[in-house]
Structure formats: C-alpha cells, structure tokens
C-alpha cells in the first residue's frame, strides 16, 4: 500500500549504505542526568527513555545530537531504540547510529522494528548477555523510497506513535479511577 501521489521504484539498500555508527566523544563531566543515556535508563520494547539515576562522573563517552538512533548493544532482544532529541552523551554499551543518506525518522521506524532487532539478535554475541555485532548489523538490508515518501511514511507513523500514547494514557487513567472505585 502507498500513498497514490507516489510511483517510483524502492531502493534496496544495506544500512551502512544509508547511516553510519558514531564513534565520537565527549567528557563525561560535561552531562547532567538530563542528557545522558544508558542501557539502564533506556526503556524496553521502544519504550524512550527515563531520566539517568546516575552519570559517569570521569573519562569520555559517546556523544549524540538530535535524530541519532540510539541503539542498546547489549540484550538487543530487549528492543531499547530511541531517537534522540537532545545534544548529550551514552555509555559505550548504547551504538549510535547516524543517517547519511536518508530521513531520520524513516530510518528509526526499520529500526524500532521486530525484523531489525530479530535480524540483530541472529548476530548476537554470547549467552547470558547477548551483544549484537556492528558489522552484522550494518548488513541489514532494507528497501527505502524517495525522501519525499519517507518523510509522509513518517510523518504517519508518528500521528500512529502519537495516538497509541494517548489511548495508553487514558487506559492507566481509567485503570486508577477503577482502583480507586
């Protein structure tokens, strides 16, 4: 299904085709708990983020800007993805993916997807403690349209993002005015 208005042909690419992994960093005694992300405070099944409990007080950590793809290297089955919003920092266990030659929001949605994080855990590392492989990862192939149709794809994922918030909202809403009753 596509928006009619739009014809031409997808192209198949590699994600390492379309983003690239950060590798740059910043001191860790420039953040505060606002603008620090870790595996900790990443939250499961694409949940965002909550509020670091604590930050790395010495030494360099990966730095992030606003669109990069936050991604936690261990127990990817987990699903902990965010799209950052802010300027900030992350433990050296979180990846940071960039885009470079697609729209952001496109790109987080392959990724904060079940056959992204399936296709990451087929590469993962060990048992216990699964890590995924970088270099796997940057094999994903995916399918992707003119910028045009990425930007509508995503702009109506995000109203789709938007309304399951608010039924999730008013669901906990009603649920503490049934415990409360």
């Known amino acids: 299904m ?12 590699e994600l390492k085709d379309v983003a690239e992994f950060q590798k740059s960093r910043i001191p860790a005694d420039s953040l505060d708990a606002s603008c620090y992300i870790s595996t900790e405070n990443l939250i499961p099944n694409f949940g965002g983020i909550k509020e670091a409990s604590s930050i790395p007080t010495d030494g360099n950590v990966m730095a992030i800007k606003p669109n990069d793809i ?3 290297n261990i127990r990817p089955y987990l699903k902990k993805v965010w799209q950052s919003d802010r300027f900030g ?7 940071v993916l960039r885009t470079t030659g697609c ?27 699964p890590r995924g492989d970088k270099r796997q990862m940057e094999e994903f192939e995916f399918s992707i349209p003119a910028i045009e149709e990425q930007n509508r794809i995503s702009r109506l994922l995000s109203l789709l993002d938007e309304r399951i918030a608010t039924q999730n909202k008013i669901i906990e809403d009603l649920k503490l005015l049934k415990s409360a009753i």
Do not use: H, T
């Not at 920092?89 to 990846?95: E, K, L, Q």
């Not at 729209?103 to 994080?117: C, E, G, P, R, T």
């Open 2 to 13: 596509r928006f009619p208005e739009f014809s031409g042909e997808w192209k198949r690419v």
């Open 103 to 129: 729209q952001s929001d496109f790109l987080y949605n392959i990724i904060a997807s079940d056959k992204f994080i399936n296709y990451a855990m087929s590469g993962a590392k060990g048992v216990k403690m």
């Open 89 to 95: 920092g992350c433990s050296a266990d979180v990846f």
């Open 70 to 72: 936050l991604i936690s």
